[in-house]
């Protein structure tokens, strides 16, 4: 009798834990690898709703929709309006096209937090043919800076003209102008 019990007790523990692992496979397949494409559509289509927003601001000279956008920390950079001057002024003609050249997520959790940031990466074609490279980190979770959260930073260059520039970390919030390249060299330059 012992070992008839023995043998039940086993063989229910198997069935069970196939009945988990079964339950497991099946949340996933319903519903959770739904939700992960659902919650990468709403990120990416939100990723194409503010770069039409940061294009648009750009093209009609509005600093008030560009800064609608923002995280509080890049609306409060010192130099904020230098930025949006210098998109408003190197933007030449109408945009005709607008392709997306690949996004990059990263993210970070510990002590509880977590953080994740998405860089849209677009390249914009105005009507006189000339091309222009436009940058920026979406921060759409963001508990380790909150004042990160939404478009922190915002890089507008030339593709290949006198406007192009390197691809720089410059580790500061806000919209991107020269002077984060001169404040850059000079915090990196090599001493002989």
Same mark, same amino acid.
């Given at each position: 009798?012992?070992?008839?019990?023995?043998?039940?007790?086993?063989?229910?523990?198997?069935?069970?834990?196939?009945?988990?692992?079964?339950?497991?496979?099946?949340n996933l397949a319903s519903c959770g690898?739904?939700?992960?494409?659902?919650?990468?559509?709403?990120?990416?289509?939100?990723?194409? !709703?503010?770069?039409?927003?940061? @294009?648009?601001? $750009?093209?009609? #000279?509005?600093?008030?929709?560009?800064? =609608?956008?923002? /995280?509080?920390?890049?609306?409060?950079?010192?130099?904020?309006?230098?930025?949006?001057?210098?998109?408003? !002024?190197?933007?030449?003609?109408? @945009?005709?096209? $607008?392709?997306? #050249?690949?996004?990059?997520?990263?993210? =970070?959790?510990? /002590?509880?937090?977590?953080?994740?940031?998405?860089?849209?990466?677009?390249?914009?074609?105005?009507?006189?043919?000339?091309?222009?490279?436009?940058?920026?980190?979406?921060?759409?979770?963001?508990?380790?800076?909150?004042d990160k959260l939404g478009v922190n930073?915002?890089?507008?260059?030339?593709?290949?003209?006198?406007?192009?520039?390197?691809?720089?970390?410059?580790?500061?919030?806000?919209?991107?102008?020269?002077?984060?390249?001169?404040?850059?060299?000079?915090?990196?330059?090599?001493?002989?």
């Amino acid at each position: 009798m012992v070992s008839f019990v023995r043998q039940f007790v086993r063989t229910l523990k198997k069935v069970l834990i196939v009945m988990v692992i079964f339950m497991f496979i099946s949340n996933l397949a319903s519903c959770g690898f739904n939700s992960i494409r659902y919650n990468s559509r709403m990120r990416d289509d939100k990723l194409d !709703e503010i770069q039409h927003v940061l @294009v648009t601001a $750009i093209t009609n #000279k509005d600093e008030k929709l560009m800064k =609608s956008v923002l /995280s509080s920390e890049a609306l409060n950079s010192a130099d904020l309006q230098d930025g949006i001057q210098y998109c408003f !002024e190197l933007l030449d003609g109408n @945009v005709i096209e $607008i392709e997306k #050249k690949g996004c990059m997520e990263t993210g =970070s959790a510990n /002590s509880r937090k977590v953080s994740k940031m998405i860089e849209g990466n677009y390249i914009i074609t105005t009507e006189k043919g000339i091309q222009y490279y436009l940058r920026f980190e979406w921060w759409y979770v963001q508990e380790h800076e909150p004042d990160k959260l939404g478009v922190n930073v915002v890089e507008l260059s030339g593709v290949e003209s006198e406007n192009s520039k390197p691809s720089l970390d410059y580790n500061r919030s806000g919209i991107y102008n020269p002077q984060w390249d001169e404040d850059y060299w000079a915090e990196h330059e090599v001493s002989n």
